[in-house]
């Protein structure tokens, strides 16, 4: 009891000091200005790949009346169809002529980490042509931009937010044992674990305080989408995520102070941690994924690709070098009773392209397959670094993460499947496309990652990192029972 | 005298541990990445040449097809590694490597390796240019911080001045020093770099190689070497070590971690990269409009394909097609590379504020893995498609066009395949780098010139003890 109070009174003096020598408001005004310019980048980024996604959905709906209206002009004998661009033909409207699109919502904690979403699209358009003519799209972005990466929140609170703390924690004690004041303050009945844990206190809570609660309100204030009741949970997690984080490395300033070294050696030996938890480790953890769980070879793929197709175009060679007869006769192209012609050479795609992705799933499948080995590897490695555990934590709960693109590759993959077997009939036997069937294509519906695996995996890296910091402030309290104050 | 202040301030450099814990272990990253990156880049060549010539084999080895099926087939091409990609990898994970020359439309260069890599990747891929760009100056910050302020705080300046040692010597004696661990450190990596990189160059890139390494030797020691002067500049002018510890990390925040991000941002916002999809859109509405025009002048009709052009007209109605698509494909993807250089001319100017930007994109361009040689290669490979596609048009225009009706039944003589010859894609020489990145030597040369101006201003006016 009388120790909580004496806890009290360090924290009102210190916060009192800090105020008065303002550098915990300067900290805490670079932290403001800082977090704004981040959430302003995440914010744009997310509103980037919203608008992608209302473009595609708008022409979907523009391609879906027009191709009524062409159908309807055809019917009335007002247009003439052509080979290649006829809505009755199951051909165009199967290879990409529906303007179908798979796509990817971004989720309202979105802008808290661009992630992954730079690069990997997250729409893709679907035709019944093989996977490997549209799987491989990227999304265009700066090469640049790509390889600085981006100022966002996950970044300033995995590599800057540990400065921060530092700079208002690194002399905790030496500097007042420099000053000659750390004697007069152990002649008060007050020792130095409290007198530690006070100075800790206040400057944890202003500096944690701001980086877990600020870019929430913002995130509430310009992102309807984050207002959810739904969404509480994941921006609740992020909190505690940023606070499990910032605690870490309060825990080592706390360790550090607790060793009884110097100032100057005190800065220089949280530097060097920084530098290996934040920039090596992390590097070299990404090289030994690499080595350990290297990505299959594009180069075979892409030659067992090209192996295939050969293979497939001698397979339908007289199908492919069937004619088009439409010139000779018009009327091939328009819809008789609910049947239509399929020139060889369409059905010869068709066959062409089923065959290529039955013989290349194997091969891709390898690909999604390694990444998601390298991802356990990370989850498993992980502990190593506390920024890996945050950084991939952040990409998660900002539905940016390599996992959930892995999902939605895999979702697009299945639809793909599903569009291809829906036209396999009507390609093979000549069906007509009507208006009904225009109107009740296939559609693709998104299904989110459960929201379990997302909200444990982050309540497990929140609860890693708590491990963490206890484990160093166990260490701290030891050491500091051996503090020589002289 | 030199040789005495160096060597007093090296003795301290290795007796405090600095120099050996700080510079082994950049010592370490090094030559670890060196290594790793030779052995991943010997496996991709290899493959990559091989890939090709199996390619271009089955390409040979069509037999008596119709010659429009045999541009569906078409073939890859893969970029080669430049040899020096073992040193820094510069945009190639972000860029790809391979493109698909086929029928109709202008490839892009596809998979991306940063694509098959983890969220992890982007906390920046162990290179030697990294360890080079983003760790030598923060060890030089370490070894070099409190080379005036100590000096200043044990007194022994006071007595330094007073026995008339000249301040300007005395900077260059501390500047000496810190160049002679840094090189210390640094050589043996950059001979195994170097050595690796001449060892896997094509026959006859082995002088390119030597001259380009010397090129990065003289960037990466110019900008080191302005690292080194400003160190001691702000440590001449802060009172005591801590506070030049402290400015000297915000600096290195600021200029490292930061600017390349806020300054690459601003280059983004200044000239706007298009979304994939209003890209194609861009492509698309630009074919429709000129192709109207095309058909309109050559077969009477209005829309590509209409069922009004005989098949007797495919062969020439090809070319018209091609030849538009060119010309729309030159000046999109014109626009879009345009777009990406102007956003890194800025940033190179802009390195004037953070010099790592400038020695990165020289280091990048000297590596031959920046995007302006991304962009040769994209352009020689569609110098290809094109080959691959005149031959097929005009041979149908020669021998399909007469069949009439019965365009599709006609095969081509299996010698006509001979005459696409092999891709072939030398790596751009030096002056190509150059030629385009001088800006960056001019920046990195200010940059190394006016740190020594500071540092000078700095010692002979406010040292003060």
Not at chain 1, 220 to 249: D, H, S
Not at chain 2, 267 to 287: G, Q, W, Y
Request: proline share 5%; hydrophobic share 50%; with cysteine.
């Amino acid at each position: 009891m009388n120790r909580m109070r004496t806890l009290r009174t360090v924290i009102r003096h210190e916060l009192r000091t800090l105020i008065a020598d303002r550098s915990l408001a300067l900290v805490c005004a670079l932290l403001v200005v800082l977090i704004g310019y981040a959430f302003y980048n995440g914010m744009a980024a997310a509103e980037n790949r919203d608008r992608a996604v209302a473009a595609v959905l708008a022409s979907e709906r523009q391609a879906i009346e027009s191709n009524l209206e062409t159908l309807r002009r055809i019917q009335a004998g007002q247009q003439r169809p052509g080979p290649f661009a006829n809505p009755a033909n199951p051909a165009t409207i199967g290879s990409g002529g529906a303007g179908r699109y798979a796509v990817v919502p971004t989720i309202g904690l979105a802008p808290v980490a661009i992630g992954q979403g730079d690069m990997i699209p997250n729409y893709y358009s679907i035709g019944y042509g093989s996977k490997v003519s549209f799987m491989y799209d990227s999304e265009i972005e700066s090469p640049w931009n790509l390889l600085n990466g981006h100022f966002d929140l996950a970044f300033l609170i995995v590599f800057l937010l540990p400065f921060l703390v530092f700079s208002l924690s690194y002399n905790l004690l030496s500097s007042e044992r420099e000053a000659g004041t750390l004697r007069m303050l152990l002649s008060q009945p007050l020792d130095l674990a409290t007198l530690l844990t006070g100075k800790v206190v206040v400057r944890a809570t202003a500096i944690i305080g701001i980086a877990a609660i600020f870019p929430i309100v913002l995130l509430l204030i310009f992102r309807p989408e984050a207002r959810g009741a739904e969404q509480f949970a994941g921006a609740a997690l992020w909190m505690a995520l940023v606070t499990a984080y910032g605690l870490f490395w309060f825990a080592l300033a706390f360790l550090v102070n607790a060793l009884g070294r110097s100032s100057a050696f005190n800065a220089l030996s949280l530097m060097a941690c920084w530098t290996l938890i934040v920039l090596v480790v992390p590097v070299l953890l990404n090289l030994a994924v690499g080595v350990a769980e290297p990505a299959p070879s594009r180069t075979e793929l892409t030659n067992r690709t090209l192996a295939i197709k050969a293979e497939n175009l001698r397979r339908y060679d007289q199908l492919f070098h069937g004619d088009y007869n439409y010139v000779a006769k018009p009327d091939a192209l328009l819809a008789k009773d609910g049947r239509i012609e399929m020139p060889p050479r369409t059905r010869a795609t068709f066959l062409a392209d089923r065959d290529m992705d039955a013989n290349i799933d194997v091969l891709l499948k390898r690909f999604d397959d390694q990444l998601r080995a390298q991802q356990q590897l990370i989850d498993r490695l992980g502990p190593v670094s506390p920024a890996v555990i945050a950084y991939e934590g952040f990409s998660s709960l900002a539905g940016n993460s390599s996992r959930r693109y892995l999902a939605f590759k895999g979702q697009v993959d299945a639809f793909h499947d599903h569009w291809r077997a829906y036209f396999v009939p009507r390609i093979l036997g000549g069906r007509a496309m009507n208006e009904a069937e225009l109107r009740s294509l296939p559609r693709w519906t998104w299904r989110e990652l459960p929201n379990q695996q997302t909200r444990g995996d982050a309540a497990w890296r929140v609860a890693l990192l708590l491990t963490l910091t206890v484990l160093l402030l166990a260490l701290g309290v030891v050491k500091l029972q051996r503090y020589k104050v002289a | 005298m030199l040789r005495l202040i160096a060597s007093k301030d090296l003795r301290e450099f290795i007796r405090d541990g600095r120099l050996p814990w700080a510079g082994g272990l950049v010592v370490l990253l090094l030559v670890t990445a060196a290594a790793v990156g030779w052995f991943q880049q010997t496996a991709v060549q290899a493959e990559r040449s091989a890939g090709q010539a199996l390619d271009y084999q089955a390409w040979l080895n069509q037999g008596a097809r119709h010659p429009h099926t045999a541009a569906d087939q078409g073939m890859n091409v893969f970029k080669p590694e430049p040899p020096l990609a073992v040193f820094d990898t510069g945009v190639q994970p972000y860029v790809g490597s391979t493109i698909w020359l086929q029928s109709h439309s202008q490839g892009e260069v596809k998979f991306r390796p940063a694509q098959d890599a983890t969220g992890l990747q982007r906390f920046g891929a162990l290179t030697p240019a990294w360890v080079l760009q983003v760790l030598a100056p923060l060890l030089i910050i370490i070894l070099g911080f409190n080379a005036f302020a100590s000096e200043r705080e044990g007194g022994t300046l006071r007595q330094l001045l007073s026995m008339g040692v000249p301040t300007r010597r005395l900077l260059w004696g501390k500047a000496l020093a810190l160049a002679a661990s840094v090189t210390l450190l640094l050589l043996p990596g950059a001979l195994l770099v170097g050595g690796l990189a001449v060892a896997s160059a094509p026959a006859g890139a082995a002088v390119d190689i030597i001259v380009r390494l010397a090129a990065l030797g003289l960037g990466y020691g110019l900008y080191l070497s302005a690292a080194i002067f400003l160190v001691l500049a702000v440590s001449a002018i802060c009172r005591t070590s801590r506070v030049a510890l402290f400015s000297l990390l915000a600096i290195w925040i600021v200029g490292v971690l930061i600017a390349p991000k806020g300054i690459s941002d601003l280059a983004v916002a200044l000239h706007p990269t298009p979304s994939r999809i209003d890209f194609a859109k861009a492509v698309r509405d630009e074919e429709n409009a000129t192709s109207r025009e095309v058909w309109l002048k050559n077969f009477g009709v209005e829309t590509r394909w209409d069922p009004r052009v005989p098949l007797s007209k495919w062969g020439i109605a090809l070319r018209v097609t091609d030849h538009n698509g060119y010309r729309v494909y030159d000046r999109q993807f014109g626009a879009l590379w345009d777009t990406f250089e102007r956003q890194q001319r800025f940033q190179e100017w802009a390195g004037l504020a953070a010099p790592v930007i400038a020695v990165r994109s020289l280091s990048m361009a000297l590596s031959g893995t920046d995007f302006s040689q991304h962009r040769d290669f994209s352009k020689a490979a569609e110098r290809q498609r094109r080959i691959i596609q005149e031959v097929v048009s005009d041979d149908l225009i020669k021998n399909a066009d007469p069949l009439g009706n019965r365009h599709f039944s006609y095969r081509a003589n299996p010698s006509l395949w001979a005459k696409v010859p092999e891709f072939q894609y030398p790596l751009p020489r030096i002056g190509f780098a150059l030629a385009r990145h001088w800006p960056s030597v001019a920046v990195l040369a200010a940059t190394f010139l006016l740190s020594v101006a500071l540092a000078l201003a700095v010692v002979s006016r406010r040292l003060s003890v």
